[in-house]
Structure formats: C-alpha cells, structure tokens
C-alpha cells in the first residue's frame, strides 16, 4: 500500500503544473492509483505586494515591507508555486524579500543550481540589484538576514548551499517542509547515508546551540527506495542527542493535520505528522506559514 501511494505522489509531479512536488533522489515515472485523498490547495487571492523578475525566479515583497530600511532579510524558497508561497508568507506576517525558485523535477534538478562555487552570491547580488534598480529599496539596502526554505524536493538546492562554508555563514534560518531525504547506506536496514545529511546535521548542532534556527516538518510518507523525512528527522534528533517526545495519540489541529511527535531544543523545532497520502504530503506546503513564523 505503501509503495503505491508513493507511485502516486510522482504520478501527480508529472501530470499537474501546480500540484508540484517531489522528494527523491532520483525515481522511474510509475503507474498511476487512485488518491486516498483529494488534494485542495488554497484558494488564490489578490495580494498587494510588489513583484519582480529574477533569472531563478519571482521576487516578491510583501505589503508592509519597509522600503527605507537598510538592513534587509530576504527568504528564498525553492519549490511551490510561487503565488501560493507568497500568500503563506503573508499569512505569516513577514516583512522580508522572498524569491521563490521552482524548476521542478527532482532533487537533483535543484542541487545543480547551486554546484557552482560563487552561485548564490551571484543570485544575493542580484536580487539586490534588481530591487535598487526598480527604486523599491534603499539605494544603500545591504542584507541583514538571510534564510531557506523548501518543500519536498527543494531540500537540494539548500543542501548544496549549506555544503559550501562561505554560504553556510551567511544563513540564518532553514525551514523545510515535508521534505528531507537521502540515500540507503544499507537498503535492507533502511539505514542513511550520513554524508548527504552532514549540512543539516552541522546546521542542526549550530540551531541547538542557539546559532542558527532549523525548523523541519515530517509526514509518516515511506518511500520505497530511499529514506523518508521520518528516517532523516530521526537521525538529525540523534545527532544531537535528543530524542522525540511521541503523542499518546495523534493531535489533529485546526487546519487537519494530525501531530503525532515533535522536539524541541533551542532553535531547532521539529514537528512529526501522520498521513501516507499525496494529499498529507500537500498539507506541508499548504502550511508552510506556521514554519516561515520563526524566521525572525
């Protein structure tokens, strides 16, 4: 059963231009099976912020952005359509640039985005310059603040930043959304490979030590041939020397999701749901606000 929701969840990244997601390393094109669930995305609303064109995606500012400030913070996310980030950026209350990136694809198609050393310098440059040329920052507006965040197979493209130390220094903040994965070191013991996960795990260590702050949702989604967001939470907990604390039974909250265990040290907050479905697996993205609240 579980193996064929998972044929689902590519099914669905293949035949649909909003519903975009994925979460492998690399997969085949599947059979298609009938949803447990059907996936409602939010309504689209008129929002009032500003928009602009960058060479990976839009720049959005919010409504009650300070344009004469000179200390910016800028959110990148990578993965999800871009309107639908923009409102859940809204939703959240903040107040900084965001640039939405989202080839689409799967993991890889994000880590290559950033295998150049100097990319994301580049593209911080950029987007700076986009916005003081378009007279919507201050002419001497520098950054302040920089975070990440990504939903499903957006992990790899901050994967591939955070492996770089003159990157690694800059970021702040990381939120990933349903949407952490890695190898088998060994298939039969469902076992990962440590190396993949190393960026999040120095990341984890630094937001428990009150450095950074790394905030990770997770379904109970079990892919069949690499490691779920359960087994690579569960490893990044250990790392630190934590462990989860686990609900006597699930806690469905106001918008339907059902939290089944969480943990918390420091800046580092990770909360675990139950769920199998392509629809549970949406609900990650569709309340990415509740993560982009702690990106202060």
Not at 61 to 83: Q, R, T, V
Not at 191 to 211: I, M, S, Y
Not at 269 to 291: P, V
């Amino acid at each position: 059963m579980r193996n064929a929701i998972f044929l689902l969840l590519i099914v669905i990244l293949l035949v649909s231009p909003l519903v975009i997601f994925c979460f492998a390393e690399e997969t085949t094109s599947p059979t298609p099976v009938t949803p447990e669930r059907k996936i409602i995305p939010p309504a689209r609303r008129q929002l009032k912020g500003k928009t602009f064109q960058s060479s990976l995606g839009e720049i959005y500012l919010p409504e009650k952005f300070d344009s004469s400030a000179k200390e910016l913070s800028l959110l990148i996310h990578f993965h999800g359509a871009g309107w639908l980030v923009e409102q859940k950026l809204e939703d959240a209350q903040r107040k900084c640039v965001l640039l939405v990136v989202s080839p689409g694809g799967f993991s890889s198609a994000y880590s290559r985005l950033f295998k150049e050393s100097g990319r994301f310098q580049q593209i911080l440059t950029e987007v700076l310059q986009i916005l003081k040329s378009n007279h919507a920052i201050a002419d001497d507006a520098q950054w302040h603040k920089i975070g990440l965040s990504g939903f499903s197979a957006g992990y790899g493209a901050i994967r591939e930043i955070l492996r770089r130390p003159e990157d690694y220094r800059l970021i702040n903040f990381v939120a990933l959304a349903d949407g952490l994965h890695c190898s088998f070191d060994n298939p039969v013991q469902r076992t990962v490979v440590p190396a993949q996960l190393e960026p999040f795990k120095k990341f984890a260590l630094d937001a428990v030590r009150g450095k950074k702050t790394f905030v990770l949702t997770h379904s109970s989604i079990k892919p069949p041939t690499y490691a779920s967001t359960t087994e690579t939470t569960n490893y990044l907990v250990k790392s630190v020397g934590g462990t989860f604390k686990t609900l006597p039974a699930p806690r469905k909250d106001e918008r339907g999701m059902k939290l089944i265990r969480s943990f918390e040290k420091g800046g580092l907050h990770i909360w675990g749901y139950s769920g199998e479905t392509a629809a549970d697996h949406m609900d990650h993205l569709y309340n990415i606000d509740r993560l982009f609240k702690y990106y202060n």
